[in-house]
């Protein structure tokens, strides 16, 4: 095919603005973090379903709340047909994973067993002007467990060991789940006399804490009917820097209401399972001061920091829902989930130089063509021999001076050269040159595979 | 989260025709068929690019031709508002990953070497009107060679190689890939008296040689020009069923004109190509019948066909095409590419009952809470040792009698139980149970991981 680019502007030749597209290098780097992130999903007992990347309007349209509402992106054809199909107008591009993960459940509710565990790895699209980190397109990474009537509390101290394994792996530097409740802030602001319509406002305040400071939280708490001192101990509470211990024991010593008890009986059993599930102290901290938005979450929160990228804001976050179909099939489907932003953390890691992106070939080793493609047949069999030893390589398919094909290997990041010359072709031999070390050495064709294995 | 599905009348709770959803069983096997395809196309060299599943219409409709064109997805807010992005009337979803690689390498062009080598695996979107086996998004695993102004025929040989490659593990039983070459057919064209301006139309007359049979062919080729005896020895040539090296040696003999000489020496370099790099012989045939559409490819062509199940048309195609970025940069930009059909494949197979989908769980290993969640941190320490090992697993956080554990163990395809009961508590000892023989032992908790790493 031919598409004649040379019509185009430059600009229109780049991807579209908020539409992330990879390089080699970015797109190497990204299956690495997708590749630790699954392996953690899947170690911690999750399995993959597969929902489409449309859905109709109305299931979308059921909870696209707030700012989602005007960013959801519609379907239409370009140049629609007689026997065009009718239903464009009902199709709409996902803005997250949780709203299909329902329509899921309930339409496959009788074939799934619970406590269902599933992940999801797959883009998003939110129709909001493209700035600096933010992105129209991007990769979000769920889990969540959907219990059936119930889901033990325990499901949520998976999730902070399951944010624990991936950043672990990723060794991005260091960082910390923050855990908090829903239940215990709103017992706290119930015992503060905050009228119970205020609630939601107030959890909504407190989330804004980090961004607007201490002095404004308190002021427009006191307009949503929490007295001045009260708004400072509340603050004094959600700030103090004491230990997980700490914290819980102050918190059991108080008996506010029964919606506070409840969520720090929900904290102390969290903290229990994280500790059961060998996550260290120093990777999860209790942090009451987490809200995560207004309406969606009721128990538990997470939220987890990168030091020295905490304005990236939380690159894992999530929490309890109690109910993610209400009343279908008359039951209750409480759940609990964890959404990492891909996209995001990825770009703002390679901005950062933090991840390794040297290389622009997942293959290492290079075979080259150092007498031609005449010869082509001996060196498309040493390939065939790595490969079918499940060693990737790239075989230098065009006539040119070999200094020119180590040029291409030194700028693509291969680590290893297979060179073989007229004197080798004759004596069934071949050169495997370390290219980082430059150290060489000369073996026989039939000990190709293990060498290569060996200087691995 | 609340979504109230209740509401919702049954048939929009399923997802949108044409657009597939899968539930664990076939997301497990849809998995285990991309990550085989992922793994021959990097063993041969390939790496990833990720480009967005949006590109400006501009870019799309400059190559979406014939039926296609009516096919183009664009995008359009469903509720602007008034700081919306204002270029939303200008994106489309990508239709094949051809179009968005051409603009790719139009953009990025001087930062990447060549030949350059990429594979892409992912979504593309087509507005047809949805029927048996036809998508409206569906996954494309695509790998494409370029070269800057020239690319050896040796790169169309690996081609069959990786086609070779994904179908030998995936193991759906036998399949042969069929070699043709455009050139070939054309210089045919060409020797017995077709006019240039039928070429395509002839091409396009023979590529449904298959479907409407050797008399109408024959007849549609008068029409263009093509005597009947001309036409009958052509087909002759095209439907003989002999060996590869006796088409070659037979196609050798014929001089017919340049563009025919021209296309059977790459035929033979391709062969060449295809068994240095060990392709067993029953894997490949030389079918000159294939033509594969009317414009984009130049000279070798591929189909794939899958023993009993011919009527799903070819599972891997592709070809030869000379020039991706026509006039960009002055320079040819010559490629060769395939593509693997992946949700139609699927799909197919798991009707056909040829991929196994019995397990709806990635994690073997179900440890069971036979004593319940009161000795949770026992059964979250075993999942944690089992884990830290790179064993998947999922614990059972509920409280629910064994037997009822271990019924929802086999529905889901577990294959292995971790039973602890109060004995065992007490004696730190656990019981691995093997959910298929029956078998189980008795071990203790420091051998459990050992045990089911041999057990497994």
New interface residues.
């Given amino acids: 095919?031919?598409?004649?680019?040379?019509?185009?502007p430059k600009q229109?030749?780049?991807?579209?603005s908020?539409?992330?597209?990879?390089?080699?290098k970015?797109?190497?780097a990204?299956?690495w973090m997708l590749d630790v992130i699954r392996k953690h999903f899947?170690?911690?007992?999750?399995?993959?379903?597969?929902?489409?990347?449309?859905?109709?309007?109305?299931?979308?349209?059921?909870?696209s709340e707030g700012e989602i509402?005007?960013?959801?992106?519609?379907?239409?054809?370009?140049?629609?047909?007689e026997?065009?199909?009718s239903?464009?107008k009902?199709?709409?591009?996902r803005f997250d994973h949780?709203?299909p993960l329902?329509?899921?459940i309930?339409?496959?509710y009788r074939?799934?067993?619970y406590?269902f565990?599933?992940y999801v790895i797959g883009?998003v699209?939110r129709?909001?002007?493209?700035k600096e980190g933010r992105y129209?397109?991007f990769i979000q990474a769920d889990i969540d467990a959907i219990?059936d009537g119930?889901?033990?509390v325990?499901?949520d101290?998976?999730m902070v060991?399951v944010i624990n394994?991936v950043f672990s792996e990723l060794a991005l530097g260091n960082f910390s789940v923050r855990i908090g409740n829903r239940k215990v802030l709103q017992g706290l602001l119930e015992s503060l006399g905050a009228p119970p319509e205020h609630f939601s406002k107030a959890l909504g305040v407190l989330d804004r804490l980090e961004k607007i400071g201490r002095g404004e939280v308190a002021q427009e708490l006191a307009s949503l009917g929490i007295s001045k001192p009260s708004a400072e101990s509340l603050l004094d509470l959600l700030t103090s820097s004491r230990s997980t211990d700490e914290v819980l024991a102050a918190l059991k010593e108080e008996h506010l209401n029964n919606m506070f008890e409840e969520g720090v009986s929900e904290l102390e059993e969290v903290v229990?399972?994280v500790r059961?599930?060998?996550v260290p102290e120093n990777r999860f901290v209790i942090d009451l001061s987490i809200a995560r938005g207004l309406?969606?979450y009721t128990g538990t929160v997470f939220e987890t920091r990168l030091s020295g990228h905490e304005d990236l804001g939380s690159i894992a976050s999530g929490g309890r829902?109690?109910?993610?179909?209400?009343?279908?099939a008359g039951r209750n489907l409480p759940g609990v989930g964890i959404s990492i932003g891909v996209t995001r953390l990825l770009l703002r890691l390679i901005k950062a130089g933090l991840v390794e992106t040297d290389e622009?070939?997942?293959?290492k080793v290079l075979v080259t063509t150092a007498e031609g493609?005449e010869h082509?047949?001996?060196y498309?069999?040493y390939?065939?021999?790595l490969?079918?030893a499940?060693?990737?390589?790239?075989?230098?398919?065009?006539?040119r001076p070999l200094d020119k094909q180590l040029a291409?290997a030194n700028?693509?990041g291969f680590t290893i050269a297979v060179i073989a010359k007229a004197p080798n072709l004759k004596n069934d031999t071949v050169i495997i040159r370390n290219l980082v070390s430059g150290d060489q050495q000369e073996v026989s064709t039939s000990d190709l595979v293990s060498s290569i294995k060996s200087s691995a």
Same sequence: chains 1, 2.
Avoid: W
């Avoid at 908020?18 to 080699?24: A, I, K, R, S």
């Avoid at 899947?42 to 909870?63: M, Q």
């Avoid at 509402?69 to 047909?81: F, M, S």
């Fill in positions: 095919m031919s598409l004649n680019m040379a019509k185009f229109l030749l780049e991807s579209p908020g539409f992330p597209e990879l390089t080699p970015e797109a190497i990204q299956m899947e170690l911690a007992g999750y399995s993959p379903i597969e929902t489409p990347l449309v859905e109709r309007t109305e299931v979308v349209s059921a909870k509402k005007n960013q959801v992106y519609g379907l239409r054809l370009l140049n629609p047909a026997d065009s199909p239903d464009t009902d199709l709409a591009l949780t709203v329902a329509r899921f309930a339409a496959h074939e799934l067993s406590p565990r599933r883009s699209f129709g909001e002007r493209p129209r397109q219990g119930t889901l033990d325990l499901h101290a998976e060991a394994g229990r399972g059961a599930l060998s309406e969606y829902y109690d109910d993610l179909g209400s009343t279908f622009s070939t997942i293959a493609l082509a047949d001996d498309l069999k390939a065939a021999a490969r079918a499940g060693i990737p390589c790239e075989v230098y398919l065009a006539d291409f700028k693509r």
